[in-house]
């Protein structure tokens, strides 16, 4: 089995930690659009035209699936790529909300949805969990949180001052769904946080998705990665070095 990767940058890598540690994929080809990264401040029909040339490059290779791991490429284009795309495509949101139904029974929670702008102007996650009943949400896009995190800043004081920024109003929350790729390098603070809160990871939850959905679940004794990026990949093969250890 060979799976696509497709994001706007590196920060599809913690999707890949998350698949590359539950073995279900032989190979996986990553393409980061590094040359035109962030997608998450660019409107929805750019989007659509940024992934549906990934979609392109992806043809070059033989893969039986494409993961769009960018949650703001899956808030906008999964349906034109599934189109014109000749494999499956799957994008994260809707295994995130699943995986937020796994654990979360009560209808009045309250879900705290984080994203880009791009993800949280879509509503895709808002739409799909208002259809299964959920009532008490609130979504915020803290945008400074993906630059912090592309300087390497997984913890200490700046994190801490913009997380108060963009949290302080929000009490308590019964789940936090970290609906961007950046999101999950900072899920130990973000836990620290909001002490009680259940987080939802989007690798986490596609690896449950795609094997309940698609019946992806051998074990390979390993998966071979190839990496590509539209600008700089030696910077993107620096980062799967640092993210993908241990
Ligand atoms: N990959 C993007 C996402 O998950 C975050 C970075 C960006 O804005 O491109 O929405």
Known sequence: MRAGVFDSGVGGLTVVKSLIEKKI?????Y??????????????????????????????????ILIAACNSVSAYAIEEMREVAPFKVVGVIEPGVKALQRKIDDKNAKILILGTKATISSKKYEKLLIKEGFNNLISIAPS????????????????????????????????????CTHFP????????????????????????????????????????????????PENLKRVARLWLKG
């Open 144 to 179: 400074l949180f993906v630059p912090i995190v592309e300087e390497g800043i997984f913890k200490g004081e700046i994190l801490e001052v913009t997380m108060r920024h963009y949290f302080k109003n929000i009490e308590n929350p019964k789940a936090v769904i970290l609906g």
């Open 185 to 232: 390098l900072i899920k130990d603070e973000i836990q620290k946080y909001f002490k009680s809160a259940a987080l939802i990871h989007s690798g986490e939850a596609i690896v449950e998705y795609i094997k309940s959905n698609y019946g992806y679940d051998k074990n390979f004794s390993k998966t071979d990665l190839k990496l590509f990026a539209s600008e700089n």
């Open 31 to 64: 393409f980061g659009d590094t040359a035109r990264v962030p997608y998450g401040v660019k409107d929805k029909n750019t989007i659509i035209r940024y992934s549906l040339e990934a979609v392109e490059f992806f043809k070059n290779f033989n893969i039986d």
């Open 25 to 29: 994929f032989k190979e996986i080809i």
